[in-house]
């Protein structure tokens, strides 16, 4: 058992305790309070008065399938020898060792939802996991979180700047979306009847994994930045009936009335760095705060290696300054992203019963650029 004591707690979904303790049993929270009922003979960690807080998580990244420092040897986050992938998941690309992870772990980050890049129109599954581990199959909190999909500029660029290959346009992109779920309804559809009948139900490996999106069992993972595509993104899941998180949205400060009535999850970010393209010119640090005046409960994300994880709170931080509510930006990097990847029972906010993945500070890290962390602990254990 681990006895942390002398904490300025912050539990996230509960007020915090400025002079708090934290009980930590076989890798989970076992009590939490002003005081704690600790048994004799436990190690005790003394916070000295530092902010103890959930690790960070980030609900949009590819660490692990992008790696650092290397072109195309780790470059393994685009499968682009077709726009129509859905058969890829990301949890057979991930490299643990990559130094990124550590990276991460540095800046309080313990979780993230990593998965496949932008090239396709539809690239795959992502997967939850925890950043600390040598092997990915004891790192994982959720194998299949979602199917990516991505409009707009991104796949139009892989594949259509030859003219020659669908998609080239916007009309392309969202045709084949169309296509692959219409013709995964219809899978679903003859697999029920096969069923009924008695027969062999039908096998195709691709609708295979398209099955949970159709079942409403994952949503899809909308990489869309511009207003336009968002809207078609919302528009085309109305169509197929199915769920969706929203990505990026980048103009989503020009669309807020449609985003409050689509009510899905909103992941805002990256919003770090320079313009690179046309879809990202009306980026700004300004859009999580219009989006949560809202009503929106949004998610702050990196896109790491885009920018990189162990400044997630830095970027929550720059919203915070820009208009968003500082206890929303908490919320956005820690039990907002839990919540959309379906880990929020694990994690995302100091409570009995959930992993012990806990980031000490001394220093405020949205408020302070100089606040490090301290220590870090993923499931009880220091890893920092």
């Excluded at 929203?246 to 990256?270: F, Q, R, S, Y």
Aim: glycine residues 10%.
């Amino acid at each position: 058992m681990l006895h942390i004591i002398n904490a300025h707690l912050k539990p996230i979904t509960s007020p915090d305790i400025p002079c708090g303790q934290l009980l930590i049993d076989a890798g989970k929270i076992a009590a939490i309070g002003e005081t704690v009922d600790a048994p004799a003979g436990c190690e005790v960690f003394d916070a000295k008065g530092c902010l103890v807080t959930p690790g960070f998580i980030d609900a949009h990244t590819h660490i692990g399938l992008h790696e650092e420092a290397v072109r195309w040897e780790g470059a393994d986050y685009n499968e682009m020898s077709n726009p129509v992938t859905p058969e890829m998941r990301a949890i057979d690309a991930i490299n643990p060792n990559d130094e990124a992870f550590d990276v991460a772990l540095a800046g309080g980050v313990t979780t993230a939802v990593t998965g496949p890049g932008s090239a396709n129109v539809i690239g795959g599954t992502f997967c939850a996991i925890k950043l600390h581990g040598s092997c990915v199959d004891d790192m994982i909190l959720r194998p299949a979180v979602a199917m990516k999909i991505a409009m707009g500029e991104n796949p139009k660029g892989c594949y259509g700047q030859n003219g020659k290959k669908l998609p080239i346009t916007r009309m392309g992109v969202a045709a084949l979306l169309r296509g692959t779920l219409a013709k995964a309804k219809k899978y679903a559809a003859d697999i029920e009847a096969a069923k009924a009948e008695g027969k062999p139900a039908p096998f195709d490996f691709q609708m295979e994994a398209m099955l949970p999106v159709i079942r409403k069992e994952m949503p899809l993972k909308a990489h869309a930045h511009r207003a336009d595509d968002i809207l078609t993104v919302l528009r085309v899941c109305r169509e197929f009936d199915v769920d969706v998180t929203l990505d990026h949205v980048t103009e989503g400060h020009l669309i807020v009335d449609k985003l409050v009535e689509a009510g899905k999850p909103v992941l805002v970010g990256p919003s770090l760095g320079s313009k690179s393209k046309f879809e990202l010119k009306e980026k700004s640090f300004e859009t999580p705060g219009i989006l949560n005046k809202a009503g929106m409960e949004v998610c702050i994300i990196t896109d790491a290696p885009v920018i990189p994880l162990n400044y997630l709170p830095l970027c929550a931080g720059l919203a915070v300054r820009e208009g968003l509510d500082e206890a929303a930006a908490w919320r956005a990097i820690t039990i907002n992203p839990a919540k959309v990847a379906g880990i929020a029972d694990r994690v995302g906010s100091l409570e009995v019963g959930k992993d012990a993945d806990i980031a000490v500070f001394c220093g405020d890290p949205l408020r302070d650029i100089q606040a490090r962390a301290q220590q870090v602990f993923v499931n009880g254990e220091p890893v920092l």
